[in-house]
Nanobody, 120 residues
Framework: QVQVVESGGGLVQPGGSLRLSCTAS????????MSWYRQAPGKERDLVAL???????NYADSVKGRFSISRNNVKNTVYLQMNDLRPEDTAVYYC??????????????WGQGTQVTVSS
């Protein structure tokens, strides 16, 4: 089993910053892509940012220049630094981790989500 736990959400004023963290643990041989998604009420879950094992990154157009994704391979952790937050960034943010278990089977695991609310 692979467990994924997010933290760092909360309430912030427009223009403020938050840093989300996500750590994967369990029977992990190798982690490939780590990514952040978000889902606002009544909307689909959309990709926000992704980082590969080679540190290539990809961002949704709506967050380019404001959000930054990074990872610590020793800690099996991915971060999402969110700056200049806007009310439209309000959503539940989910972490997704893809890799290979020690058994040799691939996995794709989700965290439970962390709420980010941007409001004055």
């Amino acid at each position: 089993q692979v467990q994924v736990v997010e933290s760092g959400g909360g309430l912030v004023q427009p223009g403020g910053s938050l840093r989300l963290s996500c750590t994967a643990s369990g029977s992990i041989l190798r982690i490939n892509a780590m990514s952040w998604y978000r889902q606002a009420p009544g909307k689909e879950r959309d990709l926000v940012a992704l980082i590969t094992s080679g540190d290539s990154t990809n961002y949704a157009d709506s967050v380019k220049g404001r959000f930054s994704i990074s990872r610590n391979n020793v800690k099996n952790t991915v971060y999402l630094q969110m700056n200049d937050l806007r009310p439209e960034d309000t959503a539940v943010y989910y972490c997704n981790v893809k890799g290979t278990r020690r058994s040799g089977f691939i996995f794709a695991s989700w965290g439970q989500g962390t709420q980010v609310t941007v409001s004055s």
